[in-house]
């Protein structure tokens, strides 16, 4: 297979960038290995639907090998990257130093508390990866079942209370997800909880949801929330949160389930390489996507900060990821180090976000959808674009059931009885336990 | 709501038994609680399924509210259940007593090894649980992960060595699916490792698997389980394991993954009940599934041993538990207390186990099938008894796509980057590291 004298290409990561780059360089006569501490790719986009029970995690996620491990070219690894030694061009790794003749970093950005990490990392979650989405279904669901058998009123109005912070795409569709996932799916279920006492807020620093798009979408989003009945709170800064709630200013909203959708720094792996850094721990690169110094070495996605086109970073959409994925491999597979290469050039295809089960909001160009012929768009775009023939139809099915009935098949709590925060279940002492005659409950 | 004077009827566990008697009681004038400690009924018979990464946790599982929760006389807690004072007709649980006038206790069973719960247990992983089928997925996964990247040919070899202790349904049906998994899925996604390496061994300690059915099917699944590849050893007694392999009398097999399907244990609960149980925890109940002394309790299930009808107690699958819970069901809604009950009466419909894709052996009556037509009698049973409409689709749909093509969608490794025990994986200092060279690969 080949002689040793290929250069050797070894890709970080194994998300949108990583993948799409490893595609590319198929046919290229090069020994390409992906490393990644992870099996699967995820398909992050729709990661908040299986924190919501939409979907089951097997549905918007691959694993690795099955996507490009039958490349003749291409080794897959699982392993954790440690750091970079630039000067021998050794990437360091958990099974040993591994050299490269290029190097690709695509290891994306982690979940940031702005500062907060040790203090309120632990009480607000978020949504990065399959565990956390999981995690969040898990407390979601768990915060739903403690309400149930709670007889304390104002405790159990804190278990019924779900706040989202951060009002990006990820925040307004966790948000519009959980009011429906409450008043169309659990209010079913439950016995001594109805639907009307769920309350979902969505806080924003700034002064509007979806920040990043057009004005009036952020008003359409807005109305679209509210009517499925979210709290949208924007100019409201998080002061404090703990196990027990958030403080906005100074006032407190009690609350178990705290999620986290307001920010994230790049991977940590960045700040390894000794190299100049933005205020999110992004990699400064040059034009070309490389190190600065090291036209060899290239940093792609969500880790890089790639600002020659505007002055502004490109923004963390996996769009930027592949195109600087395919612009990269171009630049491993034809140009000779050194020579001049021309500059990364971004096409912006446009940007949307959903809000619950019929309606959503498009940007393309100058192009503005909203209501159900976004949501169709929207539908449309992130189905095609899911990787695997077989996640498709599976995913199209349960969602055409989902849309027919409510149903939501992926409603499991695993990972054992495990307690959610000790305050919102404790009880005080004296107060009446959970009895099995349902007649208990005060009288309607 | 109905008044206080109905009877209360508390089921403990929602498997097949107690989620039946649930049903079997929805018309009837009584108040019903089912107590979980999970929040979804599992679909046992497929759990392999979900081990061997064909199927995902949400395909064979439902939350059991979506099952009984809409029923007006049924409630769902979800609680951990600590014991039961039968004299003052109390249920304790993690959320305080709860009092009933009939109790139904379908608790089941649990993994078993037979004294060495202690020594054997974190090692020999069971499959009783979601958690369980998960954890096994995992730790099959990322043992070829771990044999992909280690240069010590001894060590690949116990990475590549699976060991299932017993073999009843679903030690064969494990094994078969690992030869599957092994054979035609990640041999194609991995560059080092190849199929021809992997080696799965069935350990019987009787003289020929599947011992509860007719002698002529256990020689037709022997000899269906070597044409898959799977080494089966009857009559070897297992008689220590560690985290490096299985002793199986004084010869030793290195394995860095082994599954235990070789015995059960009923839940523990029955042992805080003070009546007469069997020597597998099995509460030696009356004819009519009571208590002795106690006509208001009844146990059913795997929990229970009743051997009125053949000095043999009852075996430990879904029919069992099923018949006896609509019969126990029709006791509590027509027969006051201390009228004679008929006995109850096991109909006995057959048994049937799986091999791989396309071979199964069926028993019904006087009735024998073998090969493709038994494994098509098994796959429409299974998929009709598959709680929720929904799941048959997927099921089939899944089980037909990887019929196909052998692609298996769910084969994810979550819960983080863990390692598998450090025996396996653990190097040898100065023993070569991984390298990003595929080449350095010893010449073929």
């Known amino acids: 297979m080949g002689s040793t004298s290929k250069p050797r290409v070894i890709i970080v990561g194994g998300g949108f960038g990583g993948l799409t780059a490893a595609q590319a360089l198929k046919d290229a006569p090069v020994d390409v290995t992906v490393l990644d501490r992870s099996n699967h790719h995820l398909f992050q986009p729709l990661l908040y639907q ?35 030694d630039l000067d021998h061009r050794l990437v360091h790794t958990s099974d040993g130093p591994m050299p490269y003749d290029f190097l690709i970093l695509a290891a994306g950005a982690r979940t940031s508390y702005f500062g907060h990490d040790d203090t309120w990392g632990p009480h607000a979650l978020g949504l ?16 739903f079942e403690a309400a149930e058998k709670e007889p304390d009123a104002a405790r159990r109005e804190a278990l019924l209370t779900f706040v989202v912070i951060g009002g990006g795409p990820t925040g307004v569709e966790l948000a519009g997800g959980l009011c429906e996932l409450s008043r169309f799916v659990l209010d079913r279920d439950f016995q001594a909880i ?46 404090n949160l703990d196990e027990t709630g958030v403080w906005l200013g100074t006032n407190k909203v009690s ?26 721990g992004r990699v400064m690169v040059e034009k070309d996507c490389s190190l600065p110094g090291h036209p060899e070495v290239f940093c792609i996605g969500d880790m890089a900060n790639h600002s020659h086109q505007t002055g502004q970073p490109l923004p963390g959409v996996s769009p930027v990821a592949m195109q600087q994925a395919r612009y990269v491999a171009r630049l491993v597979e034809t140009a000779p180090q050194g020579e001049v290469r021309p500059a990364f050039e971004y096409v912006d295809k446009g940007s949307m976000a959903t809000i619950g089960r019929s309606a959503a909001v498009v940007e393309m160009g100058k192009l503005r ?3 159900l012929t976004a949501w169709v768009a929207w539908l ?3 189905i095609w674009y899911l990787i695997g023939f077989k996640n498709r139809m599976v995913v199209m099915l349960t969602w055409a059931w989902s849309y027919l009935t409510y149903k939501r098949g992926a409603r499991l709590i695993t990972g054992g009885l495990k307690e959610i925060p000790a305050m919102a279940v404790q009880r005080k002492p004296g107060a009446k336990a959970a009895s099995a005659d349902a007649t208990a409950a005060p009288p309607a």
């Open 128 to 143: 990065k990866s399959l565990d956390d989405a999981v995690e969040i279904r898990r407390r979601v669901l768990m915060a």
């Open 50 to 84: 299986v924190a919501m029970a939409g979907l089951s995690p097997a549905d918007i996620a691959a694993p690795i090998r099955s996507i490009v491990g039958s490349q003749q070219n291409t080794r897959v690894l699982l392993t954790s990257v440690d750091g970079v």
């Open 369 to 371: 959808l909203t209501g």
């Open 194 to 239: 109805r639907g009307g006492h769920a309350r979902v807020l969505l806080v924003e620093a700034g002064d509007r949801v979806l920040p990043s798009m057009d004005p009036a979408l952020s008003k359409n989003a807005t109305a679209e929330l509210r009517r499925l009945g979210v709290e949208v709170r924007t100019g409201a800064r998080v002061t």
């Open 380 to 382: 449309a775009v992130h």
């Open 255 to 280: 609350s178990a389930t705290i999620m986290w959708a307001a920010g994230v720094r790049a991977s940590p792996l960045a700040e390894k390489l000794g190299v100049p850094l933005d205020r999110g």
